[in-house]
């Protein structure tokens, strides 16, 4: 019997059972929300074909309407009802998908999919996830699901089912865990509607990797709406401010560490210097220094290569100070003795506990 743990009346995490997968596919079915594991990370998904569910997706995550969603397919056979694939988009296709790619694509008008998914756009986002929990459900729910990451918009994603359950406490979901997702960073997205393929979001995919199979890959135009997740300016973000590219932690701070060379005491994505694992661990350390006390995570370099070019790109994002009127002191770039734009407020030190690495 699938165990269950209930975390608010109406947040349910569930054992991703058979019969687990069955009862949530059924939601799905019905318009319900799910939250499920990927590869990547855990998604938050509704049946993309109908637009009160991806509405609910849209309310529960209190995500902007404009920033489009990734539909999730069991393969390109299913991915290609709803969009127009070329050539590269096949190519790419069928080299990494299953997998930590998304492909930006010409939507289908008879595709049937909600225009609320890729906010009104012609175009859609599609991927098909390497994760037999993801596959089970899409195939028992006989619907592609729309789900971006299972957090509140802008927050730091989720890697395992407890972290879905905190962040989404009464959306309603019933939360499939299925323990931490492998990867643990988004996977690509290439726009591959042009000539030359336009990478969206560094992820899953190194870039190296995927020029080497189509060429040099262009780059989004500025002002233009999103056209697929984790594009705005300000995402993947803690409730603290975010110091990059620092030596060591200062009075008030909170390290998060890569590399031997780092302190012991510091939390470290990964103290073999590993870009793997570090992408693993990046969102869940991240929301382990997320806490009352500490007034700013600062985070060591990472290097600009492969998946530490994502890496990057998700900590860049974290960092940007919110828009808006009355933000904190930590983003009003005020001259004064206990804080500079670099490293936010000075608080008094919160030590962290002990933490056993390998």
């Not at 997740?229 to 701070?253: D, F, Q, T, V």
């Not at 890569?258 to 990046?282: I, M, T, V």
């Not at 006390?293 to 900590?315: E, S």
Request: glycine share 10%.
């Amino acid at each position: 019997m699938a165990e269950t743990r209930v975390i608010d009346p109406q947040a349910e995490v569930i054992e991703a059972t058979p019969g687990a997968i069955a009862r949530a596919a059924g939601l799905v079915r019905d318009g319900g929300l799910v939250a499920f594991p990927t590869e990547t990370v855990y998604g938050l998904g509704a049946d993309a074909t109908n637009d009160d569910a991806v509405a609910a997706i849209f309310a529960a995550k209190e995500r902007p309407t404009f920033n489009p969603l990734i539909v999730h397919c069991a393969d390109r056979d299913q991915a290609e009802r709803y969009v127009a694939f070329n050539d590269q988009a096949r190519l790419l296709a069928d080299t990494f998908w299953p997998g930590p790619l998304t492909l930006v694509l010409p939507r289908k008008a008879e595709g049937g999919i909600s225009l609320l998914v890729s906010a009104g756009l012609d175009t859609l986002a599609v991927r098909v996830p390497d994760s037999p929990i993801a596959q089970a459900l899409i195939r028992t729910a006989e619907r592609p699901l729309a789900a971006p990451s299972a957090n509140k918009s802008g927050e730091i994603s989720t890697t395992v089912a407890m972290h879905v359950a905190h962040s989404l406490p009464k959306a309603g979901v019933l939360v499939l865990d299925g323990g931490r997702c492998r990867l643990g960073l988004e996977s690509t997205v290439v726009d591959v509607t042009g000539d030359t393929p336009v990478l969206l979001r560094p992820g899953g995919v190194p870039e190296e990797v995927l020029a080497a199979l189509v060429g040099p890959l262009g780059r989004p135009g500025n002002g233009s709406a999103p056209r697929s997740p984790g594009m705005l300016k300000r995402h993947y973000a803690p409730s603290i401010p975010i110091r990059l590219n620092a030596e060591g932690g200062r009075k008030g701070e909170a390290l998060l560490a890569f590399g031997p060379n780092a302190p012991r005491r510091a939390l470290n994505l990964s103290r073999k210097g590993d870009l793997q694992e570090a992408a693993a661990n990046l969102f869940a350390m991240l929301r382990l220094l997320d806490q009352p006390g500490i007034g700013c995570i600062a985070v060591m370099p990472i290097p600009d290569q492969g998946l530490g070019r994502a890496i990057n790109d998700r900590l860049r994002r974290a960092a940007t100070p919110p828009d808006g009127a009355d933000r904190p002191p930590a983003w009003n770039g005020e001259q004064r003795d206990d804080w500079n734009d670099e490293r936010g407020p000075a608080v008094p030190c919160t030590p962290l506990p002990d933490v056993e690495q390998d």
